[in-house]
């Protein structure tokens, strides 16, 4: 299983960005997937999940301008950030946790995609 991010760049306080998140290989089912975030000096944080239910579940300090959203049908997770400020500054990795066949379940992370907000 791959997981490859995209849509990370710099941008201005205030500014936007989406981020997109697609699971590919030997996939049974998705429990969950979710976006994390390091910034420098800094342990890695969740910032937002989305369950297979599409119940979703944000931290406190993106609720209100980010949105996650998936697409079950391709596999993919999105991550819709707005009002971006310089504090959001961040590596953000995605995170699967799924079914490889019907008994075994694994997470896995993609390789992190640099968002970085000019004040």
């Known amino acids: 299983v791959q997981l490859q991010a995209s849509g990370g760049g710099l941008v201005q306080a205030g500014g936007s960005l989406r981020l997109s998140c697609a699971a590919s290989?030997?996939?049974?089912?998705?429990?969950?997937m979710n976006w994390y975030r390091q910034a420098p000096g800094k342990q890695r944080e969740l910032v937002a999940a989305?369950?297979?239910?599409?119940?979703?579940g944000y931290a406190d300090s993106v609720k209100g301008r980010f949105t996650i959203s998936r697409d079950s049908a391709k596999n993919t997770v999105y991550l819709q950030m707005n009002s971006l400020k310089p504090e959001d500054t961040a590596v953000y990795y995605c995170?699967?946790?799924?079914?490889?066949?019907?008994?075994?379940?694994?997470?896995?992370w993609g390789p992190g995609t640099l968002v970085t907000v000019s004040s």
């Open positions: 995170h699967a946790d799924l079914y490889v066949s019907s008994w075994f379940r694994d997470d896995y």
């Open positions: 290989g030997s996939i049974f089912s998705i429990n969950a």
């Open positions: 989305i369950s297979s239910a599409d119940s979703t």
